[in-house]
T-cell receptor
Framework: DQQVKQNSPSLSVQEGRISILNCDYT??????FLWYKKYPAEGPTFLISISSIKDKNEDGRFTVFLNKSAKHLSLHIVPSQPGDSAVYFCAASDGSNYKLTFGKGTLLTVNP | KAGVTQTPRYLIKTRGQQVTLSCSPISGHRSVSWYQQTPGQGLQFLFE???????NKGNFPGRFSGRQFSNSRSEMNVSTLELGDSALYLC????????????FGPGTRLTVT
């Protein structure tokens, strides 16, 4: 039972354009969502998060949008840079069980 | 501030053996979680410890176990290794037990032959 789904295994965009990574979830108890970035041979690095009481959170080039009714969130990266090329994981927590449930990740490639 | 450290970084074991992996959290962090990453399954939660107590456990067989020491350092153990246990094992630490923002170590790459 995959509670957090990233349906696109990969995404390729041109440098300077917008990258949009999507994530869907099924568990209505999730109340906090996070995005992590992972380079090969490294652990995931926290990128940005959003609480279920908000529908948008921005941090520099990164913006996360949350649509609770659709159980959908997305990460926008504008403008995309070659250094953004990595695997992006969406994760969710319900705050009560001290764990994160991860999606399987999307490989983003930003072409110069 | 030093990040999360994991030792060893790489490990090769034979089926049937056991293995112990170590994790040192960020100073001041009292919660340590463990995850298994495989190509097919992504990151899957193993267990979480806070103040030496296991507070949550994922859906893994009893061969997977862990513990946390009074200095918050944690170890996980896998007994009777199987080929399917080959994976990247990631440790993450967070402040005061929150699951909201966890900081990951580089992982231990375990290969079972």
């Amino acid at each position: 039972d995959q509670q957090v789904k990233q349906n696109s295994p990969s995404l390729s965009v041109q440098e300077g354009r917008i990258s949009i990574l999507n994530c869907d979830y099924t568990n209505s108890m999730f109340d906090y969502f996070l995005w992590y970035k992972k380079y090969p041979a490294e652990g995931p690095t926290f990128l940005i998060s959003i609480s279920s009481i908000k529908d948008k959170n921005e941090d520099g080039r990164f913006t996360v949008f949350l649509n609770k009714s659709a159980k959908h969130l997305s990460l926008h990266i504008v403008p995309s840079q070659p250094g953004d090329s990595a695997v992006y994981f969406c994760a969710a927590s319900d705050g009560s069980n001290y764990k994160l449930t991860f999606g399987k990740g999307t490989l983003l490639t930003v072409n110069p | 501030k030093a990040g999360v450290t994991q030792t060893p970084r790489y490990l090769i074991k034979t089926r049937g053996q056991q293995v112990t992996l170590s994790c040192s959290p960020i100073s001041g962090h009292r919660s340590v979680s463990w995850y298994q990453q495989t190509p097919g399954q992504g990151l899957q939660f193993l267990f979480e410890y806070f103040s030496e107590t296991q507070r949550n456990k994922g859906n893994f067989p009893g061969r997977f176990s862990g513990r946390q020491f009074s200095n918050s350092r944690s170890e996980m153990n896998v007994s009777t290794l199987e080929l399917g246990d080959s994976a990247l094992y990631l440790c993450a630490s967070s402040l005061a037990g929150t699951a909201y923002e966890q900081y990951f170590g580089p992982g231990t790459r375990l290969t079972v032959t």
